[in-house]
Nanobody
Framework: QVQLVESGGGLVQAGGSLRLSCVAS????????MGWYRQAPGRQRELVAR???????STADSVKGRFTISRDNAKNTVYLQMNSLKPEDTAVYYC?????????WGKGTLVTVSP
């Protein structure tokens, strides 16, 4: 069906930056929502940011002013620019796509922020 491939995760120091990318392939509709979720140990998976193909954006309060989501509809690609990273941002980050009532997920990419 729809496949999501993530890249850009890694290890950074507090205050540093990282950029995540996610490419969607397969039979995804041109009208969709793509975004990023994260899950830290012992915590529920939470929304980080999402963006519709019509450029509507939702961003979690905890990352507003630090993270920026963007997308290239022609490439079915969504990005997450993460600045001023904190140790609390350490988590597995998952790419998500929502289309016609169906949720699709990437395998997850680990982001580790050292103190």
């Amino acid at each position: 069906q729809v496949q999501l491939v993530e890249s850009g995760g890694g290890l950074v120091q507090a205050g540093g930056s990282l950029r995540l990318s996610c490419v969607a392939s397969g039979s995804i509709n041109s009208r969709n929502v793509m975004g990023w979720y994260r899950q830290a140990p012992g915590r529920q998976r939470e929304l980080v940011a999402r963006m519709t193909s019509g450029s509507r954006i939702s961003t979690a309060d905890s990352v507003k002013g630090r993270f920026t989501i963007s997308r290239d509809n022609a490439k079915n690609t969504v990005y997450l620019q993460m600045n001023s990273l904190k140790p609390e941002d350490t988590a597995v980050y998952y790419c998500n796509a929502y289309d016609s009532g169906m949720d699709y997920w990437g395998k997850g990419t680990l982001v580790t922020v050292s103190p």
